[in-house]
């Protein structure tokens, strides 16, 4: 049985919290690999599915981020997901230019945990400056 009512709209059907986000996980359609995790709020997921381009909230910016808007490494997303609680979202995308993160990296999460130290495990593959110019 899904905890999610059928009956509501589909923003309302989630489980918002009290900022109005939600945590939203990006992963390689065919990989099947993590790239980044960000939030959305319901403007963010309505523009995601109206333009099938990823657009997050950014809590920092305090303003939807469409992926990609300067570095130009946007995701075409291919499905949106949600969890048995409806208060995680998973969207399977296409990455575009292989990039996911500022750092030039393909993923976010290059850090690995060795011992007591965290190590960066994945190669850069176009330097930040390269990217955004700075």
């Known amino acids: 049985m899904s905890d999610l ?28 690999r993590v790239l980044m995790f960000a939030f959305m709020n319901r403007e963010s997921l309505q523009a995601t599915v109206d333009s099938g381009s990823a ?6 910016r305090r303003r939807l981020w469409r992926k990609g808007e300067e570095s130009g ?15 995680v979202l998973l969207l399977s995308i296409e990455q575009q230019g292989g990039i996911a993160c500022h750092t030039g990296r393909e993923s976010c999460f290059f850090y690995q945990l060795q011992g007591n130290a965290w190590v960066a495990v994945d190669p850069v593959i176009k330097a930040p400056r390269d990217i955004y110019g700075k």
């Open 73 to 87: 490494h946007g995701q075409r997303v291919q499905s949106i997901r949600t969890d048995c609680d409806g208060d």
């Open 55 to 60: 657009v997050y909230w950014s809590r920092s």
């Open 5 to 32: 009512d059928p009956g509501k709209d589909w923003l309302e059907a989630l489980q918002w919290d009290a900022q109005g986000l939600m945590p939203a996980i990006a992963q390689d359609a065919a990989s099947g």
